[in-house]
């Protein structure tokens, strides 16, 4: 059984940080592509950053191009998200994804002061 937890979420004020992670089971972490995405009330879900299986491969939204960073170990089966200089924009419910289908259950990011 496929199974993806998130955490790391939380209230920050403008400007400061946040991990994210997501421990991955059930497949074999290493070959797949892993996401993050978000989703903003009202709005769509938008990709954030993912991570070819390969390592390889790394893309970010360009809102967030600078500040975040993915990466991963692959002997923790565990992606994160490093979040630097978060602003009120960057709330959202995160969201990690394996492959093209697998979805964590979210953690909520609140950037406010």
């Known amino acids: 059984q496929v199974r993806l937890v998130e955490s790391g979420g939380g209230l920050v004020q403008p400007g400061g940080s946040l991990r994210l992670s997501c421990v991955a089971s059930?497949?074999?972490?290493?070959?797949?592509?892993m996401s993050w995405y978000r989703q903003a009330p009202g709005k769509e879900r938008e990709l954030v950053a993912s991570?070819?299986?390969?390592?390889?491969?790394?893309n970010y939204a360009d809102s967030v191009k600078g500040r975040f960073t993915i990466s991963g170990d692959n002997d923790k089966n565990t992606v994160y998200l490093q979040m630097n200089n978060l602003s009120p924009e960057d709330t959202a419910v995160y969201y990690c994804k394996a492959g093209i289908s697998w979805w964590g259950q979210g953690t909520q990011v609140t950037v406010s002061s």
């Open positions: 991570l070819s299986s390969a390592g390889g491969s790394i």
């Open positions: 059930g497949f074999t972490f290493r070959y797949y592509c």
